[in-house]
């Protein structure tokens, strides 16, 4: 037990202060959709660093406070589309730059009435700490499933892993479609940059995130896509005959 403590105290220490910041959708809640589909666009958010999703890939994993969440829910099976582009004027402190990247997980962080949840809470650390390797840097993870918790010690968060898109041409924007079921989603926004962690500021970089869910087609229209095919398909036979 002691042993455990004093790893989980190592981990702690080996956090930046920064970790302790929350996870929270104030402002980012892009809503939720039903067969109808539909879109919204959100241009007044910021992320501090440019570094926050690409630092989730590594073996310390990453500090979500270098991210910011998004959420969104859905009522049936759709494909949903997720883009994110660089806006130096979102905010009134943002700057321009940002070299996004983003991954979507099936959960939502604590919502309230209870506590939210953090890297540096006691629940939070106890985790990361029982998973050995090296000491985390926060508990993001950019490409697996990954948990979190909060002061009040509530049973972990779990982000199932569901997909990801990262700004690979460097261009300050990234986009990625998705065929998700019914139920809760959040997104994490950050940037691609690993090395701009060597920055000694970290300035906020200004983002617009669009959601944009396809409509579920209707029975009808399955059914004349179904007549058309066959349509086709007598088509080819009889030209088989000739």
Known sequence: MKMKSALAL???????????????????????????????????????????????????????????AFRFSLTTTTTVTFSVA???GATATSVGGLLPGFSIYE???HLAPF?????????SVDYLASLGGAPKEGAFRALNDWKISNDAGDPLTVFSFRGYAA?????????????????????????????????TTRPSYGMTATLAVAAV??????????????LIGMVVRRRSMR
Do not use: K
């Open 10 to 68: 190592a981990i702690a220490l080996a956090l930046p202060a920064a970790a302790h910041a929350h996870i929270g959708y104030s402002g980012r809640d892009l809503g939720a959709f039903d067969a109808s589909g539909g879109s919204i666009t959100i241009s007044n958010q910021a992320v501090s660093g440019n570094y926050g999703w690409a630092d989730g890939l590594d073996d310390d994993f990453g500090d979500s406070h270098r991210l910011r």
């Open 86 to 88: 660089a806006n130096a």
């Open 107 to 109: 959960g939502l962080a």
């Open 115 to 123: 506590g939210a949840d953090h890297d540096g809470a006691a629940a």
């Open 167 to 199: 700004d690979t041409d460097l261009d300050g924007f990234v986009t990625g479609s998705f065929e998700l079921g019914a139920g809760d989603y959040s997104v994490f926004v950050g940037g691609v940059n690993y090395v701009a962690q060597l920055e």
């Open 217 to 230: 087609p209707e029975p009808e229209t399955y059914a004349l896509l179904l007549s058309g095919l066959g």
